[in-house]
Nanobody, 117 residues
Framework: QVQLVESGGGLVQAGGSLRLSCVAS????????MNWYRQPPGKQRELVAA???????NYADSVKGRFTVSRDNAKNTLYLQMNSLKSEDTAVYYC???????????WGQGTQVTVSS
């Protein structure tokens, strides 16, 4: 079993920065993929950034060049550095872990990010 707990959300002005963290507890494997998703108000959940085994990353086009995903395997922690925030980045941000063996997914409870224009 895996538990994911996000933190770092809040209210920020447009152009500002926030860093989200996600601490994972339980059986975590370095080959598991970890992701950040977000769900804007009234919209579907979408993938923001992913970091795979070996450290390769993928980003949604809307955040490329502004967001950086990283992970500290020793601390079982996933990060999302968000710079140059825009009002359209307002959403609940969720941490996700996908097992490399079965593709089973675990989700955190989410953290609210609100960007004021």
């Amino acid at each position: 079993q895996v538990q994911l707990v996000e933190s770092g959300g809040g209210l920020v002005q447009a152009g500002g920065s926030l860093r989200l963290s996600c601490v994972a507890s339980g059986s975590i494997f370095r080959l598991d993929t970890m992701n950040w998703y977000r769900q804007p108000p009234g919209k579907q959940r979408e993938l923001v950034a992913a970091i795979m085994n070996g450290g390769s990353t993928n980003y949604a086009d809307s955040v490329k060049g502004r967001f950086t995903v990283s992970r500290d395997n020793a601390k079982n922690t996933l990060y999302l550095q968000m710079n140059s925030l825009k009002s359209e980045d307002t959403a609940v941000y969720y941490c996700n872990l996908r097992r490399w063996t079965t593709s089973y997914e675990y989700w955190g409870q989410g953290t609210q990010v609100t960007v004021s224009s």
